[in-house]
T-cell receptor, first 114, second 115 residues
Framework: AQSVTQPDIHITVSEGASLELRCNYSYGATPYLFWYVQSPGQGLQLLLKYFSGDTLVQGIKGFEAEFKRSQSSFNLRKPSVHWSDAAEYFC????????????FGDGTTLTVKP | EPEVTQTPSHQVTQMGQEVILRCVPISNHLYFYWYRQILGQKVEFLVSFYNNEISEKSEIFDDQFSVERPDGSNFTLKIRSTKLEDSAMYFCATAGTSGGTYEQYFGPGTRLTVT
């Protein structure tokens, strides 16, 4: 069965500092991997996705993520965090070529200090 | 860019009432999903639907829940007799084939409040 682990429940960074949110997955084949961001009471906004190919993917709002098969990881990074990045971040794995369900991690809450 | 839409955006209902949440998928998408997110928790899979039948369902999706495509376009989730614990955000997602991938596109969600 597929699963996603986000080890950090809550992360606090200073504005302008770099950010890395961790995501580890378990999936039997080549996964489709996603990062979403969610503001309180709002829907899911897709930041970036990985299907295949280049393991470093660029997303919106200056985010990037790197797929590391050997570590079963898909960590999200941003070189310089802005106050508006404060939100909940979810990593998800999708059942790929068989159009299977998505499984989400528990989420990481990002707080940005001025 | 095409998008998944959901109605209503917010539904308030009394315990024991039936609710129907609606989703309009992206045109030519054939795979449909419902997910639920209880406030402060993660997004959980409820059910997937393809070719007019359920492909997979989770333990959450009990006999109180049902899905259908009544008119071949809308995709609905019905909760027959709502409970307080059904209060959550419900997300619809749809997928089609695009270059061999089945990427799911999520709708904006319906917030269901059961009183």
């Amino acid at each position: 069965a597929q699963s996603v682990t986000q080890p950090d429940i809550h992360i606090t960074v200073s504005e302008g500092a770099s950010l890395e949110l961790r995501c580890n997955y378990s999936y039997g084949a080549t996964p489709y991997l996603f990062w979403y961001v969610q503001s309180p009471g709002q829907g899911l906004q897709l930041l970036l996705k990985y299907f295949s190919g280049d393991t470093l993917v660029q997303g919106i709002k200056g985010f990037e993520a790197e797929f590391k098969r050997s570590q079963s990881s898909f960590n999200l990074r941003k070189p310089s965090v802005h106050w508006s990045d404060a939100a909940e971040y979810f990593c998800a794995v999708e059942g790929g070529t068989n159009a299977g369900k998505s499984t989400f991690g528990d989420g990481t809450t990002l707080t940005v200090k001025p | 860019e095409p998008e998944v839409t959901q109605t209503p955006s917010h539904q308030v209902t009394q315990m024991g009432q039936e609710v129907i949440l609606r989703c309009v998928p992206i045109s030519n998408h054939l795979y449909f999903y419902w997910y639920r997110q209880i406030l402060g928790q993660k997004v959980e899979f409820l059910v997937s639907f393809y070719n007019n039948e359920i492909s997979e369902k989770s333990e959450i999706f009990d006999d109180q829940f049902s899905v259908e495509r009544p008119d071949g376009s809308n995709f609905t989730l019905k909760i027959r007799s709502t409970k307080l614990e059904d209060s959550a955000m419900y997300f619809c997602a749809t997928a089609g084939t695009s270059g061999g991938t089945y990427e799911q596109y999520f709708g904006p969600g319906t917030r269901l409040t059961v009183t």
